[in-house]
């Protein structure tokens, strides 16, 4: 292939016509054999002025027969020869390794020193930059440790020196023992060092933690002098992967001006902000910690529209108020809305409050088919929104209004996180609603409810997880569920998804998860007994659940056929008066107590005993001819007639006895009466309420 020096140039030889041009290319391709020659100008019959093209011609050869004798020297460099190339005299040439061309320089590098070692690096071969005798004293990077080398790039940067005092300086006053004294002479010279430079040093992984140290420590001056000169670029700052901190720190420590300067500059900007993943923090710390309701209102409203970006209209607060007052506008407002949400949903963005609020007002004042739109968008990310209160009511949303398709999705995203949302202060209420409108039962009993009972003991235990357990056993019981709670979801039951009979949904639920509550209750007996909270998760496991409920009676019984030795008063203001404990003393103290208490005598477990006597007098009034087994016979059947006298001990267990008495099964109540007959005369004398009370109900009614 010839090079471009070898192609004829017809502008420039004059040469006309292919026949021309092929003949030129041919006597080239000659010059480029074994051994160059110098070239004869023959001349051209096609060219009308020879004498003139002929030196042009010579020219061009001339060059040629120089770019054919460089290549000759690369070759011979190639084979170890020498590579001085001669000069144009006759001379040997220049023989430094780095003249000539690119090829030379390149082929000598391969080779090496005249001596046989290699080249240090390409600035020892370009040629020596200084020192003694030509030799480069120059530190090479290749020689340095990695500490070195990291030292030598630091130092490049226009304020090392002063990014390395600031830190010194912000290492001594962020300690907790540095004195106010010393700290404000500290932060003094500090301000010096980065007054007129904070906005360069801000933008730095290193000087932006310095910065924020002046906003935290630093006193009015120095905050107000550091903001005025970044306040301009604070849009920028919040995209800035480490200026950020400074954004949040004058959030958290700024004055009261200076935050709301920063969230009236996200105004006109929120949807772009609230979509960058650094700026979204700012935006959502700002929104969810420091804005308060009209800041909040403001930066919502620029979801709805171009318009209520720039203009803020006075006394409108929510999209409701603002539908209230411009009825027309709702479809252009939906419409951005969902242009705006969409890539919101594919983002990580989706789990900021702010995000949640605005799904929530969509959700809330869309027609069916937007809204369906948007749910189907939102089938793999509804779990990632439930933990905040917006964020669990527009999932709850999602599975009232979603396709039997979408709640399927949805249903099959909780894997593996069943367990967290039921400890979720909002997000178990999902879990609740879903319960409430799924005909699926199946599927709701493999993949929630199933892996909610490998874990019920651990729910038991928990506050929100407790709740879960309950309503699969007693559905909006408003002794357990707040009026609000039940009126919110209130709000699916004429949803036009769910087909299926509520009653029939519910029975199905409760016996999918009854036998791992059954068998919980038997295995924990005593830990859900003394627990105030367990012990009515625990009522309600044995009144409502569906399955033989023997085992658990034994349990109960097992536990209360226990040797009874009752327990001194404990007075705890008398304890504290006397030996002058703290309350915190006396609480532990308590509490110990407590767990090694009889469980007749427990507050908590003794109560829990009536209580679920209570119960089956209710269930015996109801249904008289019951073949069920009965916690009073299992009882009885287990507790001797002696530990049933040591019970008029105490006054709470003896409060058990007259739960006993209470029966409406007479077989009970004479076993009660014949246990206490050769006991009458102690019991007539007997000091607490609970014996005096005993004695009424079995010798005088």
Avoid at 383 to 412: E, N, P, S
Avoid at 418 to 430: A, L, N, Q, T, W
Avoid at 625 to 646: A, E, G, H, I, M
Avoid at 679 to 686: A, D, E, H, Q, Y
Wanted: with cysteine.
């Amino acid at each position: 292939m010839l090079s471009k020096m070898d192609k004829p140039d017809k502008k420039r030889t004059g040469f006309k016509g292919k026949k021309s041009a092929k003949k030129f290319q041919k006597a080239a391709k000659q010059k480029t054999s074994s051994k160059p020659e110098q070239q004869t100008i023959k001349p051209d019959r096609h060219v009308e002025n020879q004498d003139q093209n002929v030196d042009v011609a010579a020219a061009k050869i001339e060059k040629n027969n120089q770019m054919l004798q460089k290549k000759k020297n690369r070759q011979q460099l190639a084979k170890g020869d020498d590579f001085s190339s001669p000069a144009k005299d006759g001379s040997k040439g220049n023989k430094k390794p780095f003249a000539g061309d690119r090829g030379d320089r390149k082929a000598a590098w391969k080779k090496g020193k005249p001596d046989g070692k290699k080249w240090d690096k390409k600035g020892d071969f370009k040629g020596n930059k200084g020192g003694k005798d030509g030799k480069d004293d120059r530190p090479k990077l290749e020689e340095m440790s990695v500490k070195d080398r990291k030292l030598v790039r630091k130092k490049v940067k226009t304020n090392y020196d002063l990014s390395q005092r600031s830190k010194q300086i912000w290492g001594q006053v962020r300690e907790g023992k540095c004195s106010p004294v010393t700290r404000a002479k500290l932060l003094e010279e500090l301000y010096g060092l980065i007054k007129g430079k904070a906005k360069e040093l801000v933008k730095a992984h290193d000087t932006v933690r310095v910065i924020e140290c002046c906003v935290q420590y630093g006193n009015e001056q120095q905050k107000q002098a550091i903001f005025d000169e970044v306040k301009d670029d604070m849009l920028e700052l919040c995209k800035s992967k480490y200026a950020k901190f400074y954004v949040l720190k004058v959030l958290k420590y700024g004055t009261r001006q200076q935050r709301d300067f920063v969230i009236k500059s996200f105004y006109g900007n929120v949807c772009k902000l609230v979509q960058h993943s650094i700026a979204a923090e700012v935006v959502e710390n700002a929104y969810n910690n420091w804005a308060n309701a009209q800041h909040r209102s403001a930066l919502l409203e620029e979801f709805y529209g171009a318009k209520y970006a720039i203009f803020k209209e006075p006394g409108v607060h929510t999209l409701g108020d603002i539908l209230a007052k411009h009825p027309e506008s709702k479809q252009s407002i939906l419409d951005h809305m969902l242009s705006v949400l969409t890539p919101l949903v594919e983002k990580s963005v989706i789990k900021h409050t702010i995000v949640h609020k605005a799904l929530l007002d969509f959700l809330t004042h869309a027609s069916i088919n937007m809204r369906a739109e948007l749910i189907q968008m939102m089938r793999e990310i509804v779990v990632q929104i439930l933990h905040t209160h917006d964020g669990a009511k527009a999932a709850m949303y999602c599975f009232w209004f979603g396709t039997t398709k979408d709640r399927k999705h949805i249903i099959k995203s909780f894997k593996t996180y069943v367990e967290r949302i039921c400890k979720e202060e909002f997000g178990h209420r999902v879990l609740l609603a879903l319960f409430d409108v799924v005909d699926d039962t199946k599927l709701v009993s493999k993949v929630i409810i199933e892996e909610m009972m490998q874990s019920a003991s651990a729910l038991a235990q928990d506050q929100y997880g407790r709740k879960v357990l309950l309503y699969l056993l007693m559905p909006r019981n408003p002794t357990h569920f707040h009026p609000d709670v039940v009126k919110l979801l209130q709000g699916g039951d004429n949803n036009p998804n769910s087909k299926k009979d509520v009653s029939a949904r519910r029975k199905e639920l409760l016996e999918a998860a009854s036998p791992a509550l059954l068998q919980l209750v038997t295995t924990e007996t005593k830990e859900m007994m003394i627990s105030k909270s367990n012990s009515q998760l625990m009522l309600a496991v044995l009144e409502h659940s569906v399955g033989d409920k023997a085992d658990a009676f034994q349990a109960i019984s097992d536990l209360a056929a226990e040797d009874f030795t009752p327990s001194p008063a404990f007075d705890a203001g008398e304890q504290g008066m006397t030996e002058k404990k703290s309350k915190k003393e006396i609480l532990a103290e308590k509490m110990e107590r407590e767990s090694v208490m009889h469980v007749v005598e427990h507050p908590s477990a003794h109560f829990f005993i009536r209580c679920l006597l209570l119960q089956e007098k209710a269930h015996l009034e109801k249904h008289p001819d019951t073949t069920s087994p009965l916690f009073s016979d299992t009882l009885l059947n287990t507790v001797s007639v002696d530990k049933l006298r040591s019970w008029l001990g105490s006054n709470r267990s003896a409060f058990v006895l007259v739960s006993l008495a209470e029966s409406p099964r007479k077989s009970v109540q004479e076993q009660i009466i014949s246990a206490l007959k050769p006991v009458k005369k102690t019991l007539k004398t007997s000091t607490h309420s609970g014996g005096k009370t005993l004695y009424a109900k079995v010798f005088e009614s």
